[in-house]
T-cell receptor
Framework: DAGVIQSPRHEVTEMGQEVTLRCKPI?????LFWYRQTMMRGLELLIY????????DSGMPEDRFSAKMPNASFSTLKIQPSEPRDSAVYFC?????????????FGSGTRLTVV | AQTVTQSQPEMSVQEAETVTLSCTYD???????LFWYKQPPSRQMILVIR??????QNATENRFSVNFQKAAKSFSLKISDSQLGDAAMYFC???????????FGTGTRLKVLA
């Protein structure tokens, strides 16, 4: 398995533009997570899905952020409109087997810079 | 609310020596999981070791081991025979029982000196 695949690896965009980050989880993993990492706030959970259904989106900063998981092999995190304070590394992670402690497999992250 | 604290922003260790990274947490739950993740310069988070709170035995993975003190709410990571490739940020994480939701500590940057 190629692991969790995120694209793009780097994204630079202008303030006000729409940004879409993409994630392909490991096949067979029932859970998918979106985290954001910044120097100031560390790693924060934005949202997570179970069987393609959003379970907890309490970490989504505001209405400018939205996430979807149309099928078991694909998820997107969209920011519209983007702002400079959204600059961060965004990680996608997946996991499996509810009740068993397997930890997460992370993707390599997308570094987003909003100028 | 649950919190995870890593009080050492940075640590250094000589190659082949042993180093211990500290992590404390606060929770009212009795059943939970704890993890250490490594983030090298490549940025990808890599699972190092995990511990179930109901297990008294400390987890071990090759050169990595933990000292889990449930009553003290302490979960330290010991790296033996340190190697240059161990240089990275290390994050302690707490997983809520019944979910896969994590809370991460702020991280410890480990430098390995040749």
């Amino acid at each position: 398995d190629a692991g969790v695949i995120q694209s793009p690896r780097h994204e630079v965009t202008e303030m006000g533009q729409e940004v879409t980050l993409r994630c392909k989880p490991i096949s067979g993993h029932d859970y998918l997570f979106w985290y954001r990492q910044t120097m100031m706030r560390g790693l924060e959970l934005l949202i997570y899905f179970n069987n393609n259904v959003p379970i907890d989106d309490s970490g989504m900063p505001e209405d400018r952020f939205s996430a979807k998981m149309p099928n078991a092999s694909f998820s997107t995190l969209k920011i519209q409109p983007s702002e400079p304070r959204d600059s961060a590394v965004y990680f996608c992670a997946s996991s499996s087997r509810p009740g068993q402690n397997y930890g997460y497999t992370f993707g390599s992250g997308t570094r987003l810079t909003v100028v | 609310a649950q919190t995870v604290t890593q009080s050492q922003p940075e640590m250094s260790v000589q190659e082949a020596e042993t180093v211990t990274l500290s992590c404390t947490y606060d929770t009212s739950e009795s059943d939970y999981y704890l993890f250490w993740y490594k983030q090298p310069p490549s940025r990808q988070m890599i699972l190092v070791i995990r511990q179930e709170a109901y297990k008294q035995q400390n987890a071990t993975e090759n050169r990595f081991s933990v000292n889990f003190q449930k009553a003290a709410k302490s979960f330290s990571l010991k790296i033996s025979d340190s190697q240059l490739g161990d240089a990275a940020m290390y994050f302690c994480a707490y997983q809520f029982s019944g979910t896969y939701k994590y809370i991460f500590g702020t991280g410890t940057r480990l430098k390995v000196l040749a």
